[in-house]
């Protein structure tokens, strides 16, 4: 097979597809039962019957995966409570944006390489060592004695949690009956929306009550556990077999020029708006340079993804399909949205309520809950009618609403609304998050199913990295403006230096009241951006085919 793949990019597809003839992997020898409900047609026309575990084999299987899933999306919030005591032990606040940065950078540019893992190696060992990947980073995480290990420990966590992310849903979809599937998915759903909501909670008990260390150190025995029983009782299915091609052919299938492209591109846009909003002025040489290098190696990883073909992080047959493009789209303003809410309103408690960091979480359980019931409704019932399109336009109009009431919060909102507001935001948010998962994988060829999982992670866990550091720095630069504005007396440096909950310590009065007045505006800058990013994917949905989930598909759809 040549390497060119401006040569090959049209003819790659269909070779792989003929190739696929590698055994699948035994698993450890359990008793287990599974049930044939599907057959499955290569592309040699060879027609192989589809079975899927069933009983306690699946039930274990998805309690592994929801476990994984659960300490990925912990660890995208946990550290937002935990940061004032991170800066505490090592001493500086300059590399603080980069504590939660790092990890969304690699989960999110990671994705795409991880779903060419899982098409091109046994799907049980590469899940396995995204999940060892993820415990690695973890562990450096938790023994860090500076903040630049921290950093490269949550980098490493990311590419693992990109694995992981993957992963659990491909191998959902390879497990559950297209029946099922969405149900399954949901429950998938269910625990990462609650992870991600009562994170900061978490860190905000670990960060008071033990030690900051505790909210990484937390992933290693719950991550064993999900390691153990993958062991014992996932086995790679037939229809998951990868291709049989040359080990160089699987490496340029891991588009890594397209990965180092991303990430230099999200770095250059992380630091060029933390720069803004502190060492220099957004229209600094430096500032501008950086967003302009941001937009430049962006088009440069665009054209390299059409030349590289199916050899591309983002395959663009999968793309150009007008469902997989629709639900790209949503999925980037649901991670763009549904993240900063998540973690600004747990600022709002402790800097306008004056809460601890447990209540704030405490507070915040109005949203987890209704999330958690928006995810588990939306499958149930699209697991039951195979219909989405409805369900879809009225929960994204719902989060729409929701993160409107919730912009009107104020320095005097009363418990009923911020208790209302954040159901009803969470409700919409629920029965959106899993829709374009589910619709990708109902709708996709079983070949293609690694690639649609981690295509649409990609854009939903991309989306979220770039608006959380939009959402950082505009908050911070409104935040000041306002304070600046209103008071001649107050620091600046010692205003961004403070955290949320040290403020009424160190500002009292008039000041206090001023600091005050500019954590409102700045949050409302935040909220009024997640309205734009949540309206702009209801209207990009509008768009999608209105088309029935088959409910006797095979998993992946054929």
């Known amino acids: ?4 793949p401006g040569l090959d990019r049209a003819h790659a597809a269909p070779v792989m597809a003929n190739d696929v003839t590698a055994d699948p992997e035994p698993a450890f020898k359990v008793e287990t039962k599974t049930e044939a409900r599907e057959t499955n047609t290569d592309d040699d026309g060879q027609t192989s019957e589809i079975e899927y575990p069933k009983g306690f084999q699946l039930t274990f299987i998805a309690i592994a995966l929801a476990l994984a899933l659960f300490l990925i999306a912990l660890d995208m919030t946990i550290i937002a ?4 005591k991170i800066t505490d032990e090592f001493q500086g606040l300059d590399k603080v944006g980069w504590y939660s940065s790092a990890f969304f950078v690699t989960i999110g540019s990671f994705q795409s390489c991880w779903g060419k893992v899982y098409k091109y190696f046994p799907l049980k060992i590469s899940f396995l060592t995204a999940i060892l990947v993820f415990e690695i980073g973890s562990a450096i995480c938790g023994a860090a004695p500076n903040s630049n290990a921290l950093i490269v420990g949550r980098a490493i966590a990311g590419v693992g949690g990109a694995g992981v992310s993957a992963g659990s849903y491909t191998i959902i979809a390879y497990s559950a009956t297209p029946e099922r599937r969405p ?11 609650f992870a991600n909501v009562i994170g900061p909670l978490v860190g905000g ?13 937390i992933n290693l025995p719950v991550g064993a556990i999900s390691i153990a029983i993958i062991t014992f009782f996932f086995r790679d299915p037939p229809q998951a077999k990868p291709a049989r091609v040359p080990l160089k052919e699987k490496m340029l299938q891991m588009d890594l020029v397209g990965v180092g492209l991303l990430i230099a591109a999200t770095i250059c846009f992380v630091l060029g708006v933390e720069y803004g909003q502190g060492k220099y002025s957004w229209g600094s040489s430096k500032v501008i340079g950086l967003l302009v290098g941001f937009v430049l190696i962006l088009l440069v990883w665009a054209a390299n993804e059409w030349w590289m073909g199916e050899r591309a992080m983002i395959v663009p047959r999968i793309i150009s399909d007008r469902t997989n493009l629709v639900m790209s789209g949503v999925a980037i303003a649901i991670g763009g949205s549904f993240f900063p809410v998540v973690y600004y309103v747990p ?8 809460t601890t960091p447990i209540m704030s979480g405490v507070r915040n359980l109005p949203m987890v809950i209704a999330v958690t019931f928006g995810i588990f409704l939306s499958g149930g019932l699209i697991s039951k009618t195979g219909r989405y399109q409805h369900i879809l336009l009225f929960s994204l109009g719902l989060s729409t609403v929701g993160a409107g ?12 609304k911020w208790i209302g507001y954040q159901i009803l935001a969470g409700v919409g948010w629920g029965l959106a998050y899993q829709i374009p998962l589910t619709v990708g994988q109902g709708s996709c060829d079983p070949m293609d199913m690694a690639l649609i999982t981690s295509n649409i992670l990609f854009f939903q866990s991309y ?11 505009a908050f911070v630069d409104q935040m000041t403006a306002k304070v600046m504005e209103l008071s001649d007396s107050i620091s600046k440096d010692l205003l961004v230096l403070t955290g949320a909950t040290d403020i009424y310590n160190v500002f009292k009065g008039d000041e206090l009241d001023d600091v005050l007045a500019g954590y409102m505006h700045g949050l409302k800058v935040v909220y009024a951006m997640a309205i734009a990013t949540i309206g702009l994917g209801f209207l990009i ?7 029935k989930l088959k409910q006797g598909q095979a998993a992946g759809g054929a």
């Open 347 to 354: 600022i709002y408690f402790q800097s306008i309520d004056h």
């Open 183 to 193: 149900m399954l998915l949901g429950l998938l759903g269910i625990s990462y929306g």
């Open 1 to 4: 097979m040549s390497t060119s």
């Open 463 to 473: 989306g979220a990295s770039l608006f959380m550091s939009a959402a950082q720095a």
């Open 541 to 547: 949905a509008l768009a999608m085919p209105w088309k």
């Open 405 to 416: 009431l919730i912009y009107t919060f104020s320095l005097h909102t009363s418990t009923g």
């Open 205 to 217: 008990i670990f960060s008071d009550k033990v030690s900051w260390r505790w909210c990484f150190y």
């Open 81 to 84: 409570t935990a940061i004032p």
